[in-house]
């Protein structure tokens, strides 16, 4: 994947993401990507932990609607790659959705194009 | 806002649970999104409703790439669309010392920050548009592929002053296979001088779409990115 000589995201080297992610690896990308919609689980966790302060806070700021992976980030201003590491945790621990139910088949590229462009021409004219 | 290497406790440390501002008034969202269940004492989100994605459980969320060499105007294209307030993420990159440090003679690592913006766009109740846009840094191989990832195509931003700055931004969206177009951004309003000479510099395939138009305009930006979705549909078709 990463070649020699080639930049690497940091997520679990330096100290503090370390403590905060508890060393835990990236996930994998197909599970969270950046416009992967994230939201509170609404029964929450049948088993409930103790949550770390940044667990909570990202669980807070998934409480009240859907945001991106990428919106998380930008709003705690956490590094992407410790948001992801903390989400794909709470996941698993039944604390948020990555995966909401989805209510109709996946739309079709051309579908979804159509969409685009006349929404775009809607809102601009 | 990433972590520096010597920081302690980075300016944005989080609260301790308990210490969180007052709420604000988070608006019931009545887009059929789940209820807010972790949100007790204490613990409230901070975002206004508006913050969130309307009717996130059923939205199919897409993204285009805003593309282009540094101060192109990628940061305002991106705010001139966006419905929310534009954010940002960065990720402290390491890279594995192939260098020796002068100065203390031991091989170190090299640390550098990359940084991406993002904003957002409602198209619809069943679609939800982000914008990405980044700097052509073809050695950040994990941001550009994060990005890169189902993205349906690309606008890449140009000045016609720095056409050499694009060769490097173009090179990586057509390695990462993705259609675009090319947005002219006119720092002076002129018209574009000469586009032949343009697409032959850049090297352009004759379908590829070339626009003018000024990001810091609203209806310059959504009709670049319109041609460059109406062309992203012709190839689809
Ligand atoms: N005149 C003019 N200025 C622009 C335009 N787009 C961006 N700018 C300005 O150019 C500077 C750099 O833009 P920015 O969006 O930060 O570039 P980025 O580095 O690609 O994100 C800012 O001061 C903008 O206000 C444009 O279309 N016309
Ligand atoms: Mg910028």
Redesign the pocket.
């Known amino acids: 994947m990463t070649g020699p000589g080639e930049w690497e995201p940091e997520a679990a080297e330096l100290v503090r993401p370390y403590v905060i992610t508890k060393g835990r690896g990236l996930p994998d990308e197909a599970e969270l990507s950046l416009i992967t919609l994230v939201t509170a689980a609404p029964e929450g966790p049948r088993r409930p932990t103790r949550l770390s302060p940044e667990e909570q806070r990202l669980l807070d700021i998934c409480s009240a609607g859907y945001l991106s992976v990428a919106e998380i980030a930008g709003h705690t201003r956490l590094p992407l790659g410790v948001v992801k590491i903390l989400l794909a945790a709470l996941t698993e621990g039944g604390y948020l959705i990555t995966r909401p139910p989805v209510a109709r088949a996946p739309l079709a590229d051309r579908e979804i194009l159509e969409e685009v462009l006349n929404g775009l021409r809607a809102k601009f004219g | 806002m990433a972590f520096a290497p010597n920081s302690v406790e980075p300016p944005h440390a989080v609260e301790p649970p308990h210490a969180v501002e007052p709420p604000h008034a988070v608006e019931p969202d009545t887009a059929g999104d789940p209820p807010a269940p972790h949100a007790g004492p204490g613990t409230s989100p901070r975002l206004g409703a508006q913050a969130y994605v309307r009717g996130g459980a059923t939205q199919t969320a897409v993204k285009i790439l805003v593309v282009?060499?540094?101060?192109?105007?990628?940061?305002?294209?991106i705010g001139t669309i966006s419905e929310i307030e534009p954010l940002s993420t960065e990720e402290t990159m390491t890279r594995a010392g192939e260098e020796i440090d002068d100065l203390k003679g031991v091989t170190g690592k090299t640390t550098t920050t990359v940084a991406m913006?993002f904003g957002r766009l409602t198209i619809s109740d069943r679609v939800v548009l982000y914008l990405f846009?980044t700097?052509g840094q073809q050695r950040f191989v994990q941001m550009w592929e994060d990005m890169a990832r189902g993205a349906l195509g690309a606008l890449v931003?140009v000045d016609p002053e720095r056409l050499a700055d694009s060769f490097q931004v173009i090179d990586l969206i057509e390695q990462y296979s993705l259609d675009y177009a090319i947005a002219v951004?006119?720092?002076?309003?002129a018209p574009l001088r000469d586009e032949a000479a343009l697409r032959e510099a850049l090297d352009l395939l004759d379908d590829t779409p070339v626009v003018t138009?000024?990001?810091?305009?609203e209806k310059s930006s959504a009709a670049a990115l319109t041609t460059l979705v109406r062309y992203l549909l012709d190839r689809v078709r």
């Open positions: 282009g060499h540094f101060a192109v105007g990628k940061t305002t294209f913006d846009g700097p931003l951004n006119h720092f002076d309003g138009c000024d990001a810091r305009d």
